[in-house]
């Protein structure tokens, strides 16, 4: 979350701006009822990260998960209604910001609101993130773009603007889990170890799109070859090895683990391959230029709509960001997992 302040931007305290409802596990759900939508990923060993690309994907090295259940799309606008009607959640961005929580914010900018890609006309400096994002009042998982705008006919569309506090909430009162990082890119990589993209080797196949990306020079030219120039209905593209939709492209995607600026190194043995691996810690998740606020960040996986050759190649399942825990954006979603263990 940004606010203007007299030297930039401060984001916010999200521990302060939760709603005090108690969300519980909708009643009389069978386990047919719990697993529906949901594909089993068999657990195994693969080569986690890469060492082509980001510095933060690397180096690549071997982890091992136990099987679980996933999610078969992101959670679409139809299936997040639901929890809103059935509990009354309010999420983070529908809230304005307690000025306490924010020193030396701007008065003006303290309203509810949510991030929103805002395209510029023309070239721009690609350094500076606000020629193309705006803080737009009014804008949440309801209105997407901001006030006079709604997702009416996008019930099947992955559900936007949603914080790291709101996905957690829709988990619990479901009954599942958000994935770690291992089991989100293990599943996203369909069974295809080491293969540069969710599909193959190859970016597209005979021409065709396999995934919601960005088309044309970023963040001013969307040539929308794919078909689309915002996000897209969850089964639009065709799904991974495993029957998963959007594992790539169309919206970012949450998982449960705080970001760190790399992985740690290969194990030297098979007997020594990590099981079930965590992220880094929550202290070294802060953004380095923002140490006054330590607004924790958590791992997003697998690119957006807006990634772009000339801007963001993380359309690929290596590929990982951070994102602080108070802040929405109109190409972030989410998915679940239920894990055999539990």
């Known amino acids: 979350m940004m606010y203007g302040t007299d030297c930039g931007v401060a984001p916010a305290n999200a521990e302060n701006r939760v709603t005090g409802i108690t969300t519980v596990s909708p009643a009389g759900l069978s386990s047919a009822e719990v697993h529906s939508g949901m594909v089993f990923v068999p657990g195994g060993t693969f080569r986690m990260g890469s060492d082509k690309h980001y510095p933060e994907e690397a180096p690549v090295h071997r982890v091992s998960v136990d099987g679980f259940w996933i999610d078969r799309t992101p959670v679409t606008n139809r299936q997040f209604r639901e929890f809103v ?31 929103v890609f805002s395209p510029p006309n023309r070239p721009v400096d690609l350094s500076n993130f606000a020629n193309w994002w705006t803080f737009k009042f009014g804008a949440n998982w309801r209105r997407p773009y901001g006030r006079g705008s709604s997702i009416r006919g996008l019930d099947d569309h992955p559900v936007v603007h949603v914080a790291y506090r709101d996905v957690e909430a829709y988990a619990e009162w479901i009954g599942k889990a958000l994935p770690t990082e291992a089991e989100w890119e293990f599943a996203a990589r369909g069974g295809l170890d080491g293969a ?3 599909w193959g080797g190859e970016f597209t196949l005979g ?3 396999m995934a919601n990306t960005w088309q044309g020079q970023f963040p001013w030219q969307n040539l929308a070859e794919d078909g689309f120039e915002r996000t897209s209905p969850v089964k639009a593209f065709p799904p991974n090895g495993y029957g998963l939709y959007d594992m790539i492209g169309n919206v970012w995607e949450w998982t449960a683990d705080w ?9 030297p ?13 929550e202290a070294d998740s802060y953004d380095g230029s923002q140490l006054q606020t ?13 990634c772009a050759p000339n801007y963001c190649r993380r359309y690929r399942p ?20 239920l894990r055999k263990r539990n």
Not at 96 to 101: E, H, L, T
Not at 259 to 267: K, M, P, Q, R, V
Not at 274 to 281: D, I, L, Q, V, Y
């Open 85 to 115: 009607e059935a509990t009354g959640y309010v999420t983070f961005a529908e809230i304005a910001p307690n000025p306490k929580d924010y020193p030396g914010a701007l008065p003006h900018m303290l309203k509810a609101g949510s991030l």
């Open 269 to 281: 043995k098979a007997c020594c391959i990590p099981e079930n691996p965590r992220g880094g810690s």
């Open 207 to 209: 021409g065709r799109h």
């Open 318 to 337: 290596a590929a990982r960001h951070p994102e602080p825990i108070d802040t929405s954006t109109c190409h972030v979603g989410f998915r679940c997992v």
């Open 196 to 198: 540069e993209f969710a």
């Open 259 to 267: 970001y760190s600026l790399g992985h740690s190194a290969d194990a």
């Open 294 to 306: 330590k607004i924790p960040r958590m791992v997003l996986k697998g690119g957006s709509h807006l």
